[in-house]
Nanobody, 127 residues
Framework: QVQLVESGGGLVQAGASLRVSCLVS????????QAWFRQAPGKEREFVAA????????YYADSVKGRFTIFKDGAKNTVYLDMNSLKPEDTAVYYC????????????????????WGQGIQVTVSS
């Protein structure tokens, strides 16, 4: 059973930086595809970033490209999302997700790909 626990959210001002973390248990991060999604009040959950099993490939939503970075630390079995130049529109609950399947027809940006989800963590950016 894979478990994901997010940490590091909070309240920051526009233009600030923040790092959110996702501690993975039950599988190594090198054997799973991980992603971050977010959901703002009144909106649907949306893709933010994903990282391949090896960590060699990363994928980003256009809205965060160049500002956010996803990476993983195998020694800590943790996936991170570094968020820079934060904007009020980045305010949302951020969810960590993991895909352990050996084969899938879903793309990295599709939430249906990910069978395991964290509980979510609030990130609030004030203007």
């Amino acid at each position: 059973q894979v478990q994901l626990v997010e940490s590091g959210g909070g309240l920051v001002q526009a233009g600030a930086s923040l790092r959110v973390s996702c501690l993975v248990s039950g599988r190594t991060v090198s054997s799973t595809v991980q992603a971050w999604f977010r959901q703002a009040p009144g909106k649907e959950r949306e893709f933010v970033a994903a990282i391949s099993r090896s960590g060699g490939s990363t994928y980003y939503a256009d809205s965060v490209k160049g500002r956010f970075t996803i990476f993983k630390d195998g020694a800590k079995n943790t996936v991170y999302l570094d968020m820079n130049s934060l904007k009020p529109e980045d305010t949302a609950v951020y969810y960590c997700a993991a895909d352990t399947s050996s084969y899938t027809t879903y793309g990295y940006t599709d939430s249906s790909r990910y069978a395991y989800w964290g509980q979510g963590i609030q990130v609030t950016v004030s203007s």
